[in-house]
């Protein structure tokens, strides 16, 4: 994140097997989990949120992909 702006710059938008652990950690410890949000991590094959997922239902809580 640039604290001068407070903007995040992803390092990935894909990320491979290997890294998912981690991203899931970092999605759900995020404070930032609903609207616009910073982490989430999508299903590219179903769509659905894996985390945070804060409805517990696989929908979006950032709007339509």
Known sequence: M???????????????EAE???NLEAAEVCPAKKGAGVIH?????????I???PEGDGSLSLGSP
């Open 2 to 16: 640039d604290l001068s702006t407070g903007l995040a710059s992803p390092k990935s938008y894909f990320i491979s």
């Open 20 to 22: 998912l652990d981690e």
């Open 41 to 49: 991590v999508l299903d590219r094959e179903t769509g659905k949120e």
């Open 51 to 53: 985390a945070p997922d």
